[in-house]
Protein backbone atom coordinates (compact mmCIF):
# COMPACT_ATOMS: atom_id res chain seq x y z
CA UNK A 1 0.00 0.00 0.00
CA UNK A 2 2.92 2.92 0.60
CA UNK A 3 4.61 1.59 -2.58
CA UNK A 4 1.19 2.38 -4.55
CA UNK A 5 0.96 5.86 -2.32
CA UNK A 6 4.46 6.47 -3.42
CA UNK A 7 4.18 6.33 -6.72
CA UNK A 8 1.13 7.69 -7.08
CA UNK A 9 3.17 10.91 -5.07
CA UNK A 10 5.93 10.65 -7.68
CA UNK A 11 3.62 10.31 -10.53
CA UNK A 12 1.90 13.77 -9.03
CA UNK A 13 5.09 15.41 -8.65
CA UNK A 14 6.24 14.74 -12.32
CA UNK A 15 2.90 15.71 -13.93
CA UNK A 16 3.08 19.03 -11.97
CA UNK A 17 6.45 19.63 -12.93
CA UNK A 18 5.80 18.89 -16.92
CA UNK A 19 2.75 21.14 -16.60
CA UNK A 20 4.45 24.19 -15.02
CA UNK A 21 7.14 23.65 -17.88
CA UNK A 22 4.71 24.04 -20.90
CA UNK A 23 2.89 26.47 -19.11
CA UNK A 24 6.02 28.84 -18.24
CA UNK A 25 5.38 30.33 -22.01
CA UNK A 26 7.62 30.81 -25.48
CA UNK A 27 8.22 28.41 -27.81
CA UNK A 28 8.06 24.65 -26.86
CA UNK A 29 9.37 21.49 -29.31
CA UNK A 30 7.34 18.98 -29.03
CA UNK A 31 8.35 16.48 -32.18
CA UNK A 32 10.70 16.85 -34.92
CA UNK A 33 7.81 19.30 -36.75
CA UNK A 34 5.49 20.38 -34.22
CA UNK A 35 6.08 23.71 -32.11
CA UNK A 36 3.87 24.84 -29.36
CA UNK A 37 4.05 28.38 -28.63
CA UNK A 38 2.50 29.62 -24.92
CA UNK A 39 1.61 33.48 -24.43
CA UNK A 40 1.22 32.95 -20.32
CA UNK A 41 4.84 34.49 -19.91
CA UNK A 42 5.78 36.59 -23.29
CA UNK A 43 1.98 38.22 -23.08
CA UNK A 44 1.64 38.68 -19.65
CA UNK A 45 1.40 42.63 -20.08
CA UNK A 46 -1.49 42.24 -22.62
CA UNK A 47 -4.66 42.83 -20.79
CA UNK A 48 -8.12 41.77 -22.24
CA UNK A 49 -11.24 43.44 -20.36
CA UNK A 50 -10.51 41.56 -16.63
CA UNK A 51 -6.91 40.59 -17.12
CA UNK A 52 -4.36 38.61 -19.60
CA UNK A 53 -5.64 36.66 -22.24
CA UNK A 54 -2.85 33.89 -23.10
CA UNK A 55 -3.23 31.31 -26.17
CA UNK A 56 -1.46 28.36 -27.35
CA UNK A 57 -0.79 28.07 -30.91
CA UNK A 58 0.13 24.61 -32.23
CA UNK A 59 2.07 24.60 -35.37
CA UNK A 60 3.21 21.67 -37.84
CA UNK A 61 5.15 21.72 -40.33
CA UNK A 62 5.23 25.93 -40.36
CA UNK A 63 1.08 25.08 -40.98
CA UNK A 64 -1.16 26.75 -37.68
CA UNK A 65 -2.93 23.66 -36.67
CA UNK A 66 -4.99 25.28 -33.64
CA UNK A 67 -5.13 28.37 -31.57
CA UNK A 68 -6.70 28.33 -28.31
CA UNK A 69 -7.31 30.53 -25.61
CA UNK A 70 -5.65 29.58 -22.05
CA UNK A 71 -6.64 30.03 -18.39
CA UNK A 72 -8.07 33.44 -18.06
CA UNK A 73 -9.99 35.68 -16.12
CA UNK A 74 -12.04 37.19 -18.77
CA UNK A 75 -16.21 36.55 -18.94
CA UNK A 76 -17.48 33.85 -19.91
CA UNK A 77 -19.68 35.57 -22.37
CA UNK A 78 -17.01 37.71 -23.75
CA UNK A 79 -14.76 34.70 -24.35
CA UNK A 80 -18.01 32.66 -25.74
CA UNK A 81 -18.36 35.57 -28.33
CA UNK A 82 -14.17 35.43 -29.17
CA UNK A 83 -15.32 31.31 -29.81
CA UNK A 84 -18.85 31.89 -31.89
CA UNK A 85 -16.97 34.60 -34.19
CA UNK A 86 -14.30 32.35 -35.25
CA UNK A 87 -11.27 34.45 -34.09
CA UNK A 88 -9.47 31.76 -32.71
CA UNK A 89 -9.82 29.40 -36.09
CA UNK A 90 -9.37 31.73 -38.65
CA UNK A 91 -5.71 31.49 -38.69
CA UNK A 92 -5.73 27.48 -38.88
CA UNK A 93 -4.50 26.01 -41.80
CA UNK A 94 -2.06 28.85 -42.77
CA UNK A 95 1.09 29.13 -42.23
CA UNK A 96 3.03 31.58 -40.14
CA UNK A 97 3.80 33.81 -43.15
CA UNK A 98 0.41 33.78 -44.14
CA UNK A 99 -0.60 34.46 -40.57
CA UNK A 100 0.84 36.97 -40.32
CA UNK A 101 0.13 39.25 -43.05
CA UNK A 102 -3.97 38.44 -42.04
CA UNK A 103 -5.89 41.56 -40.44
CA UNK A 104 -8.20 39.89 -37.50
CA UNK A 105 -10.65 41.91 -36.92
CA UNK A 106 -12.34 42.41 -32.88
CA UNK A 107 -15.19 40.94 -32.16
CA UNK A 108 -18.10 43.30 -31.12
CA UNK A 109 -19.37 43.23 -27.65
CA UNK A 110 -16.28 41.79 -26.59
CA UNK A 111 -13.50 44.30 -27.77
CA UNK A 112 -11.49 44.42 -24.96
CA UNK A 113 -11.01 40.57 -25.05
CA UNK A 114 -11.00 39.98 -28.38
CA UNK A 115 -8.14 42.71 -28.93
CA UNK A 116 -6.09 41.18 -26.38
CA UNK A 117 -6.67 37.41 -27.83
CA UNK A 118 -5.44 39.28 -30.95
CA UNK A 119 -2.43 40.91 -29.73
CA UNK A 120 -1.03 37.18 -28.19
CA UNK A 121 -1.68 35.63 -31.37
CA UNK A 122 0.66 38.26 -33.18
CA UNK A 123 2.86 38.02 -30.42
CA UNK A 124 2.99 34.43 -30.52
CA UNK A 125 3.31 34.48 -34.36
CA UNK A 126 6.64 36.37 -33.66
CA UNK A 127 7.74 33.66 -31.92
CA UNK A 128 7.30 31.37 -34.00
CA UNK A 129 9.19 32.84 -37.09
Not at 12 to 21: E, K, N
Not at 32 to 54: A, E, Q
Not at 94 to 115: C, F, R
Amino acid sequence: MKKIFLLAAIGAVLSGTFAMSTACGGPHVTGPDTLKINTSDLGKDIMGFNGPTPVEIKIVTDTIVSIQALSNVEGPRFMQACQESGLLRKLVGKSVKEAKDIQLDAVSGATYTSTALIRNIQLGLSQAE
